[in-house]
């Protein structure tokens, strides 16, 4: 019987600890696990109908929206929840208009979410609407966006492109892609084990997050006009390629950039890759050509080998170990002053200053402007050009180096070089990046600086020196026609030759100019280049320079810089300097398909319908608008 009572006892004890070990085991799991298995739970019930986060927005300098957003929806299926599905793939195909059999893999895959794309991402809110009106079970509309330009493909290549999902691919978009892009959220809806809605279960919504905003240095009203003087450019001259950058000569902030031919931000698929993925301000290298010659007149100063005032005779060539190389202006200028060199773009000068230099001070001091090395700015891309190794060029390579000639640039190591020629020597890192703001507050949480890469390039006095050559030049000199009334302005032209296959052409061109004002105090500098103008004499000063007025003449008045009293005094060029071409061969060819040329006329002699004899022969040259005679008997 003792027995009996023990063991009943025992079987009660650990009854007992049972079930207070399985009490506290409960208590365990609803107090302590409670909460994080409901939320299991939650999950393995939850649908989520993905809803993208924002992009950020990109603004000016000044705040103006360059880039926003707008919606654009996204369907998206439930395969498990559809229950007419061959109704749902015949609307869906005919409204997305697609074939049934594109929509169909969708619906078959086993998958708890599947978003129908590229077919369904970023809809119209018609069709949208149209889609969300025919309530169709297991078919979502979610909430998505897309890029929004409201200046068009206004600084297309350098914003860049997004993608189908609304990824950064070229551009400030994607150097940037980390920062802009926001955090997704989504529409939460319950479900079984096999899809279906829970009866009286309604989800919730998790909103998405936005991305930081992007404040560039662009000024959106200088850019504006830039985007439209090339525009203008591109119809009047039809070239194959011009490009443009303006910049604080200071800070070498970047206060507009843009390049030709344009693509569609929002169709780039239709172009061609090289199209939108090439910046040509920071991508393309080429011989520069005379405005290069800044640099070498500034590197002669700081070193004292010439004075500005000293005269030098420039009688349209100069002999170098046996090669002739001659002027741009046939006869050269006679005597004239170092200011004037520069001032006539004088070839011969330029080569005297070089010389005088020697081959390594000269590149020393190309290295010290930065050309041969990329120049850091935060744009995708960019190229470091081609300078010459030292070691192995001869005199000839070096007299022709010294205007513009062998050595390739980019356009923002130009400017970036001249802006530290008329800096007092100090070469600043360009950049486009202003800072990162909170959204939809225009407060900056990081602003950028300027970065200095070098200082005592030249000297203060050098940088003066340069400033009046520059303004020289756009007073007096081949630069006129990019004066601006009543402001100190400096310029200087270009026009350089195109290597091709070991030989430059004779019939295409890179011209370009640089105008910076005003040169007391210089706030802005503007570059522009032209590659093969087409119908136009192709002279940087007859034909950029008066493009390049007309942005500086309107970005002054933008950036509300007053007119500059004193400095010197405009002449203008009432009769142009007559250029010279070289006259074709018309002999046996038929009067009537001549074509009109544009650079001199003719004047035929005779009643036959074939030329037999010209004046002045072939090969010959003649002067800009002469006439040349054709005899037909």
């Known amino acids: 019987m003792r027995k009996v009572r023990a063991r009943m006892i025992g079987i009660l004890v650990l009854m007992v600890v049972g079930i207070f070990a399985l009490t506290l085991r409960l208590g365990y799991v609803q107090v302590v696990k409670g909460t994080a298995l409901l939320e299991r739970a939650y999950e393995l019930w939850t649908r989520d109908i993905p809803v993208d986060g924002q992009r950020g927005n990109i603004y000016d300098r000044n705040g103006k929206l360059i880039v926003g957003n707008k919606l654009a929806p996204t369907v998206v299926i439930i395969p498990k929840q559809v229950k007419e599905k061959e109704r749902a793939i015949k609307f869906l195909a005919e409204v997305l208009e697609r074939n049934e059999e594109d929509i169909r893999k969708h619906f078959e895959k086993n998958v708890s979410v599947e978003i129908i794309k590229p077919a369904g991402r970023h809809l119209s809110l018609e069709v949208a609407k149209k889609i969300a009106k025919e309530k169709l079970d297991g078919v979502y509309i979610a909430s998505d966006t897309v890029r929004y330009y409201p200046y068009g493909n206004l600084l297309s290549h350098t914003i860049g492109i997004t993608g189908i999902d609304n990824q950064g691919i070229t551009g400030l978009e994607y150097i940037y892609d980390a920062y802009l892009k926001g955090s997704s959220g989504a529409n939460k809806i319950f479900t079984d084990a096999h899809g279906n809605k829970f009866l009286f279960q309604y989800g919730h919504y998790v909103a ?11 000024d959106l009203d200088i850019q504006i006009v830039l985007e439209r003087v090339l525009d203008n450019a591109m119809e009047r001259y039809q070239p194959d390629e011009i490009w443009a950058i303006v910049m604080h000569p200071k800070t070498s902030e970047i206060l507009a950039i843009a390049s030709r031919p344009n693509f569609d931000l929002v169709n780039y698929q239709d172009y061609p890759q090289e199209l939108y993925n090439r910046n040509l301000p920071i991508w393309k290298s080429y011989e520069p050509g005379s405005v290069f010659k800044v640099i070498t007149f500034a590197a002669g100063i700081n070193e004292k080998v010439f004075s500005p005032t000293e005269t030098f005779y420039d009688p349209g060539y100069r002999i170098v170990d046996g090669t002739r190389i001659n002027d741009w202006r046939a006869g050269g200028h006679g005597h004239q002053t170092f200011f004037e060199v520069l001032q006539n773009s004088c070839n011969p000068g330029l080569m005297e200053i070089v010389f005088r230099l020697g081959k390594d001070k000269f590149f020393e001091y ?25 070691d192995k060029i001869n005199n000839v390579e070096l007299a022709t180096s010294s205007f513009g000639q062998g050595n390739t640039i980019t356009a923002i190591q130009l400017v970036n070089a001249i802006n530290a020629a008329c800096n007092d020597g100090t070469l600043n890192q360009p950049y486009i990046l202003k800072g990162f703001g909170i959204p939809n507050t225009q407060t900056l949480i990081f602003q950028n600086e300027t970065k200095t890469i070098r200082t005592g390039i030249v000297t203060p006095e050098t940088s003066a020196i340069v400033r009046e050559a520059l303004e020289r030049v756009a007073t007096l000199g081949t630069a006129r026609g990019g004066h601006v009334e009543g402001y100190r302005v400096g310029g200087k032209t270009g026009t350089a030759q195109v290597p091709e296959g070991g030989v430059y052409l004779s019939d295409k061109y890179i011209i ?49 810089i007053p007119k500059q009293p004193g400095g010197i005094e405009f002449q203008p060029r009432w009769v142009l300097d007559k250029f010279t071409y070289k006259v074709e061969n018309y002999i046996g060819q038929k009067v009537a398909s001549i074509p009109l040329h544009p650079y001199y006329k003719f004047k035929i002699v005779g009643n036959g319908d074939t030329v037999i004899a010209q004046a002045p022969n072939p090969g010959e040259k003649i002067v800009e608008n002469g006439f040349v005679i054709l005899y037909t008997n």
Do not use: H, W
Request: no cysteine; net charge negative.
């Open 366 to 390: 190309l290295e010290k402007f930065g050309f041969g090395e990329k120049t850091g700015v935060d744009l995708l891309g960019e190229s470091t050009g081609i300078v010459f190794e030292k």
């Open 512 to 560: 370009s100019y640089l105008g910076m004002a005003p040169m007391n105090d210089p706030q802005i500098t503007i570059y522009m280049a032209m590659f093969n103008p087409k119908n136009t004499i192709q002279y940087g000063g007859i034909v950029v320079a008066p493009l390049v007025r007309e942005i500086m003449a309107e970005s002054l008045t933008i950036l509300k």
């Open 208 to 218: 998405p997050n936005r991305g930081l905003d992007l404040y560039l240095t662009i």
